[in-house]
């Protein structure tokens, strides 16, 4: 996969036409953009009219091979808007190698007044133009944009998806011949459903040529402006049939996992119930006062990396989109070790694909940023903070079926469902499909639902009071991490225990975390006595990698699984819960394929079997 930077587009024009001089070619046809966007593609598809391809579906997904302007977007979701009846849910994939700046997205966007509401949403959540997908969510999740930065020959064959219709979109032929290759084709036919359409404006020989041999069904019909002619295209096949009517699921666990989970899934019509054993939300590992949210980048980009950077972007449009979550985007400080790591952090900062999402800063700056003396520079991410995890997990659950004091002990599959069990053998409720989300909880449903090993790490949080330590207003990091006063308190952690289970907070986690404390903010916590500091025990799950568990669970049938957060829920939740909720709806995957593959359940498929936990 290409990571390298992104080059935007500049913003340039051929009289009143949007133009490319790279390409030395205009965006749209110099007789409308907007008119050519419904005549070719809305038109080419089928989109228009009230018999219109997605009339009455439960979802209906587009696949554009170059974003540009965003105007076949825009277009496509007035018409969505418009129809008396769409379908439910409209998924529209793009992928552009030169995303415009949000600002000159605007500019352009001026041109069609028409336009301007939904221009103003798509630009309100335009995201950092970081390579890979970004998911963006209009109408009440109703319509889902999911912008792929970066070259279509790299990333489409990253995407899973099965597309209804197909925007093909992108300069002439002959300026960029790249776009309209035999792979390029090959691969948009393997990302199409039976039955789908496909539309362009051209009519290059080339293009029908390949075209055929994708075994597509291609005709001419008549043009936009002084084109003549344009291409409307079909595979072979029938469309599918809606979603099955039981749309029942049942999600164990109510903290950052389970919470998460049940959102996503509700915001695509799920009758969703949560079955929480303990008294409310986030009683578990979720439960800490705050916690820092930031990624975590490396030297090679590793998946690791790249996830923890599009869970921090998609987190960060999760939470705009809620309601009552406390947090605070304070920026985070991440202090290096030494001075071998801070080298390390220079190079890193140097080499990213995303220079817009944090840099490196001298020993100097950090000191200023932290208003305290430090020991290191280290690196600086001014979008990132801390999130109060339990006004998360209640954000995410507000309006849903929350069922507290409910502890599931045992699954069982019988007449076509799940059946769910308390200790003393009751029936809690069936459904067709389950999401096991309980963190450490999921450990004794383990041998049962074949779920991999979950370690178990033992963490203290410190609770420093406000009135005994100087004032301090980020977030900083250093093989541990201290956050501003919340309710009066900084919390300094964390601790890190494999495998123990004793609730009760010690006095050497407190000065084991002190420790921590000084080595972040040097004498930020003198006078402080370990044996008069209050904290918070928590218990968290992490999978035998450190990368979370998401996916449905082998052999199984409505049997998922979401957990292995570790320290890194905040960050991991709202997009793993994403991608476990589009796995279950069969919708387009919001991350690449190798991040699925990373984070499936079934890479631990030969340790479970050879350690004979089948």
């Known amino acids: 996969m290409n990571y390298t930077p992104i080059v935007p587009a500049e913003l340039a024009w051929a009289g009143t036409t949007p133009y490319s001089a790279r390409y030395d070619d205009i965006y749209h046809s110099a007789q409308g953009g907007l008119a ?26 587009i696949l554009e091979t170059g974003f540009g302007l965003g105007l076949n977007f825009l277009a496509t979701w007035q018409a969505w808007r418009s129809h008396p009846n769409p379908c439910r849910r409209l998924h529209f994939v793009a992928v552009e190698k030169h995303p415009f700046r949000c600002d000159d997205l605007g500019t352009l966007h001026e041109q069609w007044p028409a336009l301007a509401a939904l221009s103003k949403q798509l630009i309100d959540q335009w995201p950092m133009l970081v390579p890979g997908l970004h998911r963006l969510h209009f109408e009440n999740d109703a319509v889902t944009l999911t912008l792929v930065f970066g070259d279509a020959a790299d990333w489409l064959p990253q995407l899973v998806l099965a ?16 776009l309209w290759s035999e792979a390029i084709f090959a691969t948009v036919r393997r990302l199409a459903a039976p039955g789908a359409t496909l539309a362009t404006w051209t009519v290059a020989e080339d293009v029908t040529r390949r075209l055929a041999a994708a075994d597509f069904q291609w005709q001419k019909r008549p043009g936009f402006g002084n084109k003549r002619y344009m291409l409307a295209a079909r595979v072979p096949g029938a469309r599918s049939a809606s979603a099955a009517a039981d749309r029942r699921i049942v999600v164990i666990g109510a903290g950052l996992a389970g919470a998460s989970a049940a959102h996503r899934l509700a915001a695509r019509g799920y009758a969703v119930t949560v079955l929480e054993r303990d008294k409310g939300p986030a009683q578990g590992a979720s439960g800490n006062l705050a916690g820092a949210f930031r990624p975590l980048p490396s030297l090679g980009d590793t998946p690791l990396s790249r996830l923890l950077r599009a869970g921090f972007l998609y987190g960060r449009r999760h939470l705009a989109a809620l309601a009552g979550v406390r947090h605070g985007f304070t920026g985070v400080l991440h202090l290096a070790r030494d001075a071998r790591h801070q080298d390390t952090q220079r190079r890193t900062a140097a080499a990213q694909p995303a220079p817009a999402l944090f840099r490196f800063v001298e020993r100097a700056e950090a000191a200023e940023l932290a208003q305290w003396p430090v020991e290191t520079g280290g690196w600086w991410f001014p979008g990132g903070g801390w999130i109060d995890p339990p006004s998360l997990c209640r954000a995410n659950l507000a309006g849903l079926d929350t069922r507290f004091g409910v502890d599931v002990a045992r699954i069982a599959r019988g007449d076509g469902l799940w059946q769910l069990f308390d200790a003393q053998g009751k029936l809690v409720t069936e459904a067709p499909q389950v999401v096991i989300a309980n963190g450490i909880g999921a450990r004794q449903l383990a041998l049962q639902a074949s779920i991999p090993i979950i370690r178990v790490g033992r963490g203290l949080v410190s609770h420093l009071p406000e009135a005994a330590v100087p004032p301090f207003s980020i977030v900083a990091t250093r093989n541990g991490y201290v956050t501003p006063a919340v309710d009066g308190v900084h919390c300094a952690g964390a601790t890190l225990t494999p495998d123990d289970l004793d609730p009760v907070p010690r006095r050497d986690d407190h000065v084991e975390n002190l420790l921590r404390l000084d080595a972040i903010l040097p004498g930020y916590g003198k006078g402080l006595d370990p044996a008069q500091l209050a904290g918070r025990v928590g218990f968290r799950p992490m999978s035998p990698d450190r990368l979370p568990m998401v996916g449905p669970l082998s052999a199984s049938d409505g049997l998922w699984l979401i957990n292995g957060f570790g320290a890194r829920g905040l960050v991991w939740a709202s997009l793993c819960a994403e991608l476990l909720a589009s796995q279950v709806a069969a919708d387009p995957l919001p991350v690449e394929t190798d991040l699925i593959q990373a984070t499936g359940v079934s890479r631990f498929g030969d340790k479970r079997r050879s350690r004979g936990t089948m």
């Open 163 to 178: 597309a209804d219709a197909l925007y093909l979109d992108g300069f002439a032929p002959d300026r960029n011949p790249e």
């Open 36 to 61: 050519q966007a419904r005549h070719v593609f809305l038109g080419g598809n089928d989109l228009l009219g009230d018999d219109a391809a997605w009339a009455g579906r439960e979802r209906f997904v």
